[in-house]
């Protein structure tokens, strides 16, 4: 492939608009010696007034892969850390919840809702598997780490629920007391995560689990 040819393409603009080169200077903003450095070769020339000179005339920059198609910029809109930094573009981003120990040791410490993979392998990994993810995450609602912890618990219960069900119409609750009636105390609710079996405070009175 070959190099960007910035002249031809500034002489290419000029050409279309029929304009001179002060004419294109003064619609783009661009001083004329700038202009002039630059279609004769002896100056570069920002992308961002390449872009306005372009667009001047109606026409505009654009990246294209090996086979010519468009290739978008990330998005604006992308993931942010807790200081509202974006994230290294490289990397791929990740629910913050999904590596929980990063914030397990340090609780005084503000959980932003995404982070990065460290473990560069284990990444690599995930690409060769699943290709390179086009952009990071896009926020939307019910990302926070507390709203999917919310859901993690809705998505158990339910699936508790489901289970008792199955094992009700199996027959296994045959003379088993049906006034079963949990007594956990709040606190087991603040430890549980409900990602795995329940979990209980020390000393409680139920330790109830159907699983």
Same mark, same amino acid.
């Given at each position: 492939m070959s190099d960007f040819d910035l002249a031809g393409s500034l002489r290419r603009i000029r050409r279309l608009a029929d304009l001179s080169q002060r004419e294109l200077a003064e619609r783009s903003g661009i001083s004329k010696s700038a202009l002039a450095a630059a279609e004769a070769g002896t100056r570069d020339l920002p992308a961002t007034?390449? $872009?306005? $000179? #372009?667009a001047g005339v109606g026409l505009r920059l654009t990246l294209?892969?090996?086979? #010519?198609?468009?290739?978008? *910029?990330?998005? #604006?809109?992308? $993931?942010?850390? #807790? $200081?509202y930094r974006r994230f290294p573009a490289h990397l791929d981003t990740v629910h913050?919840?999904?590596? =929980?120990n990063r914030w397990a040791d340090d609780p005084g410490r503000r959980q932003p809702w995404f982070t990065f993979t460290l473990d560069r392998v284990s990444r690599d990994r995930t690409r060769d598997r699943d290709g390179i993810p086009a952009d990071h995450h896009v926020p939307v =609602? *019910?990302?926070s780490p507390w709203e999917r912890a919310e859901t993690r618990r809705r998505e158990y219960w339910r699936h508790r629920a489901e289970e008792r069900e199955r094992r009700f119409l199996a027959g296994e609750f045959r003379g088993v007391d049906p006034g079963f009636d949990c007594t956990c105390p709040p606190r087991c609710d603040e430890l549980d995560d409900y990602s795995g079996r329940p979990v209980h405070v020390e000393g409680c009175p139920c330790s109830c689990d159907v699983g």
């Open positions: 007034k390449l $872009a306005r $000179a #372009a294209l892969d090996v086979d #010519a198609r468009e290739v978008i *910029g990330m998005s #604006a809109e992308g $993931a942010r850390d #807790a $200081a913050s919840d999904d590596v =929980p =609602p *019910g990302d």
